[in-house]
């Protein structure tokens, strides 16, 4: 009788596990209809996303063409609930039992399935915890006004000021801002500069399946990421871009980790991408979920293992600048780097205080397969941003990203042709810790002028830094300015970007009256435009 019983309790978990289903991607084997796509590109990408190819000299291929919606249907036809696609993946998500991945496979259309399970025995289904994992997060934001300066010390610790001095605040470069959702974004006075200047390009919720990026329902983590970058509250805060143009998508759900959400982030970088986006920041990440069947391990952090990693990098090699968070898993049990922030071709961002150390939640690397991660750091411990009808603070590498994908829209502005790798090997190279590093800090500290100095001044092209000089520096009564270029017009700036006054067209000029401190010296001649630093004793 035991025995009997013990049969049938065999069988029957035997039967509940074979009809268990689990998220699966279908890749189908080809594209036949892709012959349209390259006859008519429009049809699939809009003029800006093949302008932004055309830049970087990158090439359409197959992963551009939309999926064979026959083998789509053919899908469906099995019954399955077909909501999730991939075009550079091509394929579909669907969640199949064993029995129903065994017929998938066999399929003549289909290549392969792939199981977001990477680790069956590592784990069974726990329960699911309602519960906001950005609260801890929520807990770090300041309930009082910042004033400006808290928001100028983070421009400045990145060196990025000179680059808004030389207009450069990100004008006529889109960002993709990829996270949980927007709310007070269409109704906060912090986000009404770029409401009211058509900077908000558009969005979508791909968690919900709809336009409502606005939605109070949402979690407000990406409008406070959006804050960090396009935030503008008069006299209190300016964000690190705030003439960029902007695309929301909406695609973490903020009360489940489930393993679609990094199916609906690669939704959004290929819209993004459709639309001709320039850069994408991504303050999320991955490697726990409510299924602990889906938990990935250190080991998965290579760049390659995850999907939401792979999809990363398709968006880099389409030329779109892709920043991800470290994360904020250094004093938990985990430590390291989470994904997307793990690919080699994603720009990770780890955080710092604002006297330049590691932020002490900031995540380690390298990656598991050794690549220097974070590659290098803004300000994550008390980061100003615009929030709603005011200016906040708050802490995380969340923060720290968008501040930096900032920094590069403006950079991208500046020297719009120079290849992204050139540009992300540049800001390595100009980072505080530079030819060293740290688990933490990568690089170290952005420095943005000295990166636009890099490529632009002081290239074999246009080696425009050898051209100029100014001395004595520090100064205290005249500053001369060493050219063979014919001055047309000399300003000063002080650090908030204000232009101070007008001097002398000439190469020497007097400021014996100014007031201690640090200056810009924008310098026009015939030929180009310069801006120096200058310190005023």
């Known amino acids: 009788m035991i025995k009997k019983t013990l049969s049938v309790l065999v069988l029957i978990v035997f039967t509940f596990a074979s009809g268990q289903t689990e998220l699966v991607f279908v890749f189908f084997k080809d594209k036949p209809n892709k012959a349209a796509f ?139 801002v990829i996270d949980t959702g927007f709310p007070t974004v269409n109704t906060g006075t912090a986000y009404a500069r770029i409401r009211n200047n058509g900077q908000i390009k558009g969005g979508y919720n791909f968690i919900s399946k709809n336009n409502d990026i606005y ?79 889906y938990n990935l391990l250190y080991s998965d952090m290579n760049g390659t293992t995850s999907f939401i990693a792979r999809a990363a990098q398709i968006a880099s090699e389409k030329g779109i600048f892709v920043l991800a968070a470290a994360g904020n898993e250094a004093q938990k049990p985990w430590k390291y780097i989470i994904t997307p922030a793990d690919n080699e071709k994603v720009f990770t961002i780890g955080g710092v205080t604002s006297t330049g150390a590691s932020s002490s939640f900031s995540s380690h ?35 720290a990203t968008p501040l930096a994908a900032g920094g590069v829209a403006c950079l991208i502005q500046a020297v719009p042709s120079k290849s992204l790798p050139v540009l992300k090997d540049l800001l390595r190279e100009k980072a505080s810790l530079y030819p060293n590093t740290t688990p933490q800090m990568g690089y170290g500290i952005l420095n943005f002028n000295e990166t636009l100095a890099d490529a632009v001044l002081a290239t074999a092209e246009n080696n425009l830094k050898s051209k100029i000089k100014i001395y004595p520096n520090p ?55 310069y801006i120096e630093k200058l310190i005023k004793q």
Request: net charge negative; hydrophobic share 30%.
């Open 215 to 293: 939605s109070t329902s949402l979690n407000n983590h990406g409008s406070y990421c959006l804050g960090v970058i396009a935030g503008y509250v008069q006299n209190q805060y300016v964000g690190s871009a705030p003439d960029a143009d902007f695309y929301l998508y909406a695609t973490e759900d903020a009360y489940n980790e489930i393993p679609e959400e990094m199916i609906y982030w690669t939704e959004a970088a290929e819209e993004a991408d459709r639309k001709g986006v320039d850069v994408i920041s991504t303050s999320l990440g991955y490697y726990d979920f409510d299924d602990s069947r």
């Open 365 to 399: 690397g390298p990656n598991a397969a050794g690549v220097i991660k974070p590659d290098a750091s803004a300000r994550g411990t008390g980061t100003a941003m615009g929030y709603n009808n005011g200016a906040t603070s708050g802490s995380g590498t969340s923060f």
């Open 475 to 529: 100064v205290i009564t005249d500053f001369s300015i060493e050219t063979s270029e014919k001055i047309v017009s000399v300003e000063m700036y002080d650090v908030l970007g204000r232009k101070v006054q007008q001097l002398q067209n000439t190469k020497t000029n007097n400021i014996e009256k100014f007031g201690k401190g640090i200056y810009f010296v924008k310098i026009k001649t015939e030929k180009n435009e």
């Open 38 to 176: 390259y006859a008519n590109p429009l049809s699939e990408l809009s003029q800006k996303s093949l302008d932004r190819r055309a830049r970087y000299g990158i090439a359409l291929n197959d992963q551009d063409a939309p999926l064979e919606q026959s083998y789509v249907q053919n899908i469906r036809n099995f019954g399955f609930t077909v909501t999730d696609y991939s075009k550079w993946m091509n394929g579909v998500a669907v969640n199949a039992t064993p029995a129903q991945i065994t017929t998938l496979q066999a399929q003549p259309y289909v290549q392969s399935v792939e199981r977001f399970i990477k680790h069956p025995a590592g784990g069974g289904k726990t329960e699911i915890k309602k519960v906001n994992k950005f609260e801890e997060f929520n807990n770090t934001i300041g309930k009082t006004d910042f004033n400006y300066g808290a928001g100028l010390s983070q421009i400045n610790q990145i060196n990025l000021r000179p680059l808004h001095v030389a207009g450069y605040t990100g004008t006529g470069v889109t960002i993709a």
